[in-house]
């Protein structure tokens, strides 16, 4: 009986009413309808005998069932192997993250010299398994956000201000920024107004951006950031004056597990999966993404995100 | 000194997080799965509860709703510390009463220390 709930079954899916499959085969349903009747009244004209007219329109809402069914139902499998598939990703990470978070944590405290005086050779050996286990964590961390991209996943939006986010986003990456020596400009133009979006994602998305600023700049480089209102939307701008992106790579950056060849030479430890979380993040907000970038010079990264609700 | 009960059933947790806040002077009590969990925040009154949510014989949900349901350990903050991080755990965990929800592997091992310091405070 709960299968005909609608309501409770399409929220199961975490996807709008119009996409759900149980609300499909409804709406299915009433064009069955109307086309018998419009067959029947159509039919009626043209064909004599009342037999033929009731086999003609018996068949036909056969034919429309069964396709309807069919195609409600493969939606439907499809829908169910996305959420399993969502599903089993975020145990995988739960179950993968255990045994890394006891790693580091044991790590971490040898490294607090808690278990006794350690040597320069050995401390050097122990953050390197750090880094490791750091960068184990963020694959796993960006599999689980791609996953839940990818799938059908409910989006718990609230008025936030961008410059906010964009300032925690700094203070948090401000070691970062030291330590490669870089010039970092702001310009942000005052009383900017809020956009509607899960703050979650916005600050995974200036995490990245500016993340790749900072790895993939040049030492005693430049990063400017703008941020200011255009029209309906707020515009953001990141430019640093970096390596670059190989003009025959360009179209593929935004793309899974993309990395480009002239990173490779500086040893950038990374995912190639930032720029394809962070387009279809701005894409999932009614947003737009774009770049532009000269190798051996520096890259320009801005969107486009509408204010309204 | 403040006491700390911290339920965990990882061991190289208790050793690492459970060692460095004896060494930061915390009286710390562990308990290994859910239901000696909930008997030692009965009997020693902690002034704060660390508690993962994946445990033997009794989930972390279960044992804060019934450290929640207790008049006698209702009032002790409990930080919920675990590798769970969707977005119903998190609802759930807090509807349940914590007071705060740390995804361990997004912490080094600092940093959650100085965020039960501050809890403490």
């Known amino acids: 009986m709960s299968k005909l709930n609608i309501f409770s079954e399409c929220k199961k899916y975490r996807i709008p009413l119009w996409q759900c499959p149980q ?57 169910s192997v996305s959420r399993l598939k969502s599903e089993f990703i975020e145990i995988i990470s739960h179950s993968l993250r255990t045994p890394l978070t006891n790693l580091n944590w044991t790590i971490d405290f040898f490294l607090a010299k808690n278990l006794g005086k350690i040597e320069k050779e050995q401390i050097e050996q122990l953050q390197f398994l750090k880094e490791n286990s750091k960068r184990m964590e963020e694959l796993i961390s960006k599999m689980i956000i791609v996953s839940r991209l990818e799938g059908a996943f409910s989006q718990s939006n609230e008025e936030v201000s961008l410059e906010e986010i964009l300032n925690e986003t700094i203070q948090k990456m401000k070691d970062q920024i030291e330590k490669s020596k870089l010039n970092l400009e702001l310009k942000i133009q005052k009383n900017l107004p809020k956009i509607f979006v899960n703050p979650f994602y916005f600050k995974i998305v200036l995490e990245s951006l500016l993340d790749n600023a900072i790895r993939y700049n040049k030492e005693n480089g430049k990063i400017e950031i703008e941020l200011e209102k255009r029209g309906k939307n707020i515009y953001f701008e990141i430019r640093d004056s970096g390596v670059g ?13 993309f990395r480009s060849e002239n990173i490779a030479k500086f040893q950038t430890p990374g995912t ?21 970038s000269v190798e051996n010079k520096g890259s320009k990264f801005w969107f486009l995100i509408p204010i309204k609700k | 000194m403040k006491k700390i009960l911290f339920i965990e059933d990882e061991m190289a947790l208790q050793k690492s997080l459970g060692g460095l806040l004896s060494e930061k002077g915390y009286q710390v009590i562990s308990a290994f799965d859910g239901e000696s969990g909930l008997n030692l925040a009965k009997k020693e009154n902690p002034d704060l509860i660390l508690l993962d949510l994946i445990l033997p014989k009794m989930s972390g949900f279960d044992v804060l709703e019934k450290l929640k349901e207790d008049p006698k350990t209702k009032e002790i903050p409990v930080i919920v510390l675990t590798n769970l991080e969707g977005i119903g755990d998190v609802e759930k965990a807090i509807a349940l009463g914590a007071k705060s929800y740390l995804v361990k592997a997004e912490y080094s091992l600092e940093e959650v220390v100085e965020k039960i310091k501050k809890a403490l405070e």
């Open chain 1, 245 to 257: 992106i190989p003009k025959k790579d360009q179209k593929y950056i935004f793309q899974k597990f």
């Open chain 1, 23 to 79: 609300f499909i085969f409804l709406i299915l349903g009433l064009v069955i309808i109307f086309s018998i009747v419009f067959t029947y009244f159509v039919g009626a004209r043209y064909i004599q005998d009342p037999g033929v007219l009731a086999i003609f329109i018996c068949l036909l809402t056969a034919v429309l069932f069964i396709l309807a069914f069919s195609i409600v139902n493969s939606f439907e499998n499809l829908l």
């Open chain 1, 272 to 292: 190639g999966l930032s720029l394809f979380i962070t387009k279809r993040i701005i894409e999932n907000f009614g947003g737009k993404i774009g770049f532009e």
